[in-house]
C-alpha cells in the first residue's frame, strides 16, 4: 500500500537553531516528492519538488534530500524564524498516477523566541 | 495574479441544510482539485476536473456531495443535506497543463472551514 509517514509528529525548537524533518514512503514506482508548508489556518504552499534523480534541492533557508533507494527524504530548516512556525507536509507521486497525490500527515513545527 | 480565491472562508449551518462553496482557479490554469483536510484524516482528494470536465470523483463521500465547473474560471462544491461529520476544511486547488504533468505546481486557495451542527 502506498503510504507517506513523518516523524516527529510535533517539534519544538528556539529560534535561530536548525531542524531536520523526515519523511520515509513506500510509494512505488515512485514519480516525484514535494514538500510543503501550511501555516495555521492557511493553504499548503509548495517549497519543493524533487524528482527521482534529484538529491538535494534548497529554497532559501529550507533544504530538501531525497534518497531513492532508501526512500527517504529529509527538510533541512537552517537558522529558524518565527515565521518558520507551520506545518510540513511530505507529499508523494506514483508514475502513472499524475494527480494522485499521497499526503503525509505532517509535522508541526513551532519555533520559540 | 491574485492566486485561487475560495469563499467563503467560513459556514457555520446546521444540518440538513445545502452547502455551496465555491473556487476561482488562477488564470490559465486547466486542472482542478477539491481537497478535504481533519484533524483525523489529513488532506483527502474528494474530485479532480481537467479542462471544466470531472476526471476523477472516487473521493467524493457519498451522493450527498456533488461538485460542478461550468467555466475556466469557476467551481462549486455542493452538500445536501450537510452533517455534523462533514465538518471540515475544504481546500480547492489549481495547476497548470493538461493532465498535470508529474512535476506540476499545486495552488491552494486559503480555504473554507465549514461547521455544521
Known amino acids: 500500500k502506498n503510504q507517506v509517514e513523518q516523524s516527529p509528529q510535533s517539534l519544538i525548537i528556539l529560534e535561530g537553531k536548525n531542524c531536520t524533518l523526515q519523511c520515509n514512503y513506500t510509494v512505488s514506482p515512485f514519480s516525484n516528492l514535494r514538500w510543503y508548508k501550511q501555516d495555521t489556518g492557511r493553504g499548503p504552499v509548495s517549497l519543493t519538488i524533487m524528482t527521482f534523480s534529484e538529491n538535494t534541492k534548497s529554497n532559501g533557508r529550507y533544504t530538501a534530500t531525497l534518497d531513492a533507494d532508501t526512500k527517504q527524504s529529509s527538510l533541512h530548516i537552517t537558522a529558524s524564524q518565527l515565521s518558520d512556525s507551520a506545518s510540513y507536509i511530505c507529499?508523494?507521486?506514483?508514475?502513472?498516477?499524475?494527480?494522485?497525490?499521497?499526503w503525509g500527515a505532517g509535522t508541526k513545527l513551532i519555533i520559540k523566541p | 495574479d491574485a492566486g485561487v480565491i475560495q469563499s467563503p472562508r467560513h459556514e457555520v449551518t446546521e444540518m440538513g441544510q445545502e452547502v455551496t462553496l465555491r473556487c476561482k482557479p488562477i488564470?490559465?490554469?486547466?486542472?482542478l482539485f477539491w481537497y478535504r483536510q481533519t484533524m483525523m484524516r489529513g488532506l483527502e482528494l474528494l474530485i479532480y476536473?481537467?479542462?471544466?470536465?470531472?476526471?476523477?470523483d472516487s473521493g467524493m463521500p457519498e451522493d450527498r456531495f456533488s461538485a460542478k465547473m461550468p467555466n475556466a474560471s469557476f467551481s462549486t462544491l455542493k452538500i445536501q443535506p450537510s452533517e455534523p461529520r462533514d465538518s471540515a476544511v475544504y481546500f480547492c486547488?489549481?495547476?497548470?497543463?493538461?493532465?498535470?504533468?508529474?512535476?506540476?505546481?499545486?495552488?491552494f486557495g486559503e480555504g473554507s472551514r465549514l461547521t455544521v451542527l
Open positions: 507529499v508523494v507521486s506514483a508514475l502513472g498516477s499524475n494527480y494522485q497525490l499521497i
Open positions: 486547488a489549481s495547476s497548470t497543463g493538461g493532465i498535470p504533468t508529474n512535476t506540476g505546481e499545486l495552488f
Open positions: 476536473f481537467n479542462n471544466n470536465v470531472p476526471i476523477d
Open positions: 488564470s490559465g490554469h486547466n486542472s
